[in-house]
């Protein structure tokens, strides 16, 4: 029986096809998943139109389906959603918790000179001076102190006017940024828990705050560790990532479910796709993934 409260999601970019770092994080929202009965939606992010390509979502699509994770419900795109993200962004209008913003990225780099984060110095919060013509929406942040225990990474918190300042909710291009996309696509899908790679951990903050200021529901949040190279960088097709093997997944699925601390047993590199996934959500420990942001890859030789 499906557990009808329950619902998680894998939220991939299409950008490219899916990598080894990608399927970690789509095998583990599709464990958490199914370990609970829930059920498991496929939203395709390309809210960034310009980055975002038909050809990857076919090829990350496949390559779910050959490794044998079949999504409920019909897959929603971020394209298809800018009237919703309107609505969402009218109310914080609504409530002047946004403003618009005429800095430039080098108006803003000339502004915070000893800051390499780019904390938006807060510029344009009182109105844009000198005439200047309105380029992107910010959000009207007032010192908000956002925590929350995430379920792997544990305790996590965050000051976002000092730590990242008023940030974007509209892009100069015209587009929604990301943030928000996110936070409204969560909530209109009733999205109980969030499972994604680490590097969405440090937005976590700034979209429970969208969260609050929006009255939505804050999901649970369990931030996976990125697969790495040796030295620390991010695999991607320019550091030669292991390519997924699209003829036979398994044992691509059993490298990254040796990469989650699952230990799956010798043996099951031999049984079919299914027989798999059935040791795996029988087997399934969100205790045993190491709370660390990263991992080198060839760790999980080991
Ligand atoms: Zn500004």
Not at 194 to 223: C, F, K, N, W
Not at 279 to 300: D, G, M, Q, R
Request: net charge negative; with cysteine; aromatic share 8%.
């Amino acid at each position: 029986m499906t557990n009808m409260l329950y619902r998680g999601r894998f939220a991939p970019s299409p950008t490219g096809p899916l990598h080894f770092g990608s399927l970690i994080a789509a095998i583990s929202s599709y464990a958490q998943a199914r370990k609970q009965n829930g059920t498991w939606l496929v939203r395709i992010e390309d809210v960034d139109q310009p980055r975002c390509d038909a050809t990857s979502t076919k090829l990350i699509l496949e390559a779910l389906e050959i490794y044998g994770m079949q999504w409920d419900e019909n897959i929603v795109y971020q394209s298809q959603r800018d009237h919703l993200y309107q609505t969402a962004l009218d109310i914080l209008k609504s409530k002047n918790l946004s403003y618009d913003c005429a800095c430039s990225r080098k108006d803003i780099n000339v502004n915070a000179e000893y800051n390499s984060n780019l904390i938006y110095p807060g510029t344009c919060k009182n109105g844009i001076k000198n005439n200047k013509q309105a380029r992107s929406i910010r959000l009207h942040t007032n010192n908000e102190i956002i925590n929350f225990n995430d379920k792997v990474q544990g305790y996590y918190s965050q000051n976002i006017t000092k730590d990242v300042g008023d940030f974007i909710i509209k892009r100069a291009d015209n587009l929604f940024a990301y943030q928000l996309a996110v936070v409204v696509d969560d909530e209109e899908q009733n999205i109980t828990e969030v499972v994604r790679g680490s590097d969405m951990l440090d937005s976590t903050a700034r979209q429970i705050l969208l969260q609050q200021l929006l009255s939505y529901v804050t999901p649970q949040y369990m931030h996976i560790p990125l697969a790495t190279t040796e030295d620390g960088n991010k695999l991607s097709k320019q550091n030669m990532a292991p390519p997924i093997n699209i003829e036979d997944p398994r044992p691509t699925l059993i490298s990254a479910l040796t990469f989650l601390k699952q230990y799956p047993p010798t043996d099951l590199r031999d049984c079919n796709i299914e027989t798999i996934w059935d040791w795996v959500i029988n087997n399934w420990s969100i205790k045993a993934i190491p709370a660390k942001l990263s991992i080198p890859y060839n760790e999980t030789n080991d």
